[in-house]
């Protein structure tokens, strides 16, 4: 099972209920938690960052099935790419480097969520793939936007 596709959810069990967590719903515990602890502060556009890598997730998580290389790569073009458009596109405004770091804390953060709710990996050609794909769509995307540009 692909640890991106499969929405985690688990028992509530004051309520009986399902709760469905995404990697941004991580990144505020986290951020209320871990970074205050640790007195990390990270700025406002990497947080809209996950913002949107969090609403992409959410939309696109639907569309595919779970399993195999294709599934995979093509997961990602859905989740990375637009976000990559978005910085590229603004280049004078946005930030790459928290870009990227966003990106890469996303990623991290679903394998995270995999691994606390025993989803397997189901081999480390599929990590590596990954996080290959996840700077190529970002550079493609960031590419494809500043190009996209008007040339007024």
């Not at 986290?30 to 913002?51: E, P, S």
């Not at 599934?71 to 946005?94: D, H, S, T, W």
Request: proline share 2%.
């Amino acid at each position: 099972m692909n640890h991106k596709l499969a929405i985690i959810s688990y028992r509530s069990i004051n309520w009986g209920e399902s709760v469905t967590l995404s990697p941004i719903l991580v990144m505020s515990f986290l951020k209320r938690k871990f970074f205050k602890i640790m007195g990390v502060r990270m700025n406002f556009a990497f947080w809209r960052y996950q913002i949107i890598l969090g609403l992409l997730f959410i939309f696109w998580v639907d569309f595919f099935v779970s399993g195999g290389l294709l599934n995979q790569v093509a997961f990602n073009f859905a989740i990375f790419y637009p976000l990559g458009f978005l910085v590229g596109y603004r280049r004078k405004y946005e930030n790459l480097g928290s870009a990227y770091l966003a990106a890469f804390v996303f990623n991290l953060l679903s394998y995270l969520m995999a691994y606390l709710v025993d989803v397997p990996i189901e081999s480390w050609t599929i990590v590596v793939l990954d996080f290959t794909s996840l700077v190529a769509f970002l550079n493609i995307g960031m590419y494809i936007g500043r190009r996209a540009q008007s040339k007024e």
